[in-house]
């Protein structure tokens, strides 16, 4: 049974920090692509980080770009998002995505809420 879950997400001061874990098992974690996604109340899911299978090559959406950091450990498959600086508009539902390398297999997890606020 594949499973991706989620936790570190809770409220944090503006400018606070916190890491974000995603716990795969189900599947052959070192050959996805693992990504991380938001979902701002009221907005549509957004693409925020992602690295491949070795974990090199992470990139990131412009508006976290400089602030997070994605990182894996394939030995725990469990793959990161450290959240640095956070502002007001960091808060979201946040969600880990695996993505197979063909690109025809796709999981979430249910998502961890992160709240910046003062």
């Known amino acids: 049974q594949v499973q991706l879950v989620e936790s570190g997400g809770e409220s944090v001061q503006p400018g606070g920090s916190l890491r974000l874990s995603c716990a795969a098992s189900?599947?052959?974690?070192?050959?996805?692509?693992m990504r991380w996604y938001r979902q701002p109340p009221g907005k549509e899911r957004e693409w925020v980080a992602g690295?491949?299978?070795?974990?090199?090559?992470?990139n990131y959406a412009d508006s976290v770009k400089g602030r997070f950091t994605i990182s894996r450990d394939n030995a725990k498959n469990t793959v990161y998002l450290q959240m640095n600086n956070l502002k007001f508009e960091d808060t979201a539902v946040y969600y880990c995505?695996?993505?197979?390398?063909?690109?025809?297999?796709?999981?979430w997890g249910q998502g961890t809420q992160v709240t910046v606020s003062s």
């Open positions: 690295i491949s299978g070795t974990g090199s090559n992470p």
């Open positions: 189900g599947f052959t974690f070192r050959s996805y692509r």
């Open positions: 995505n695996a993505v197979s390398i063909s690109l025809t297999t796709n999981y």
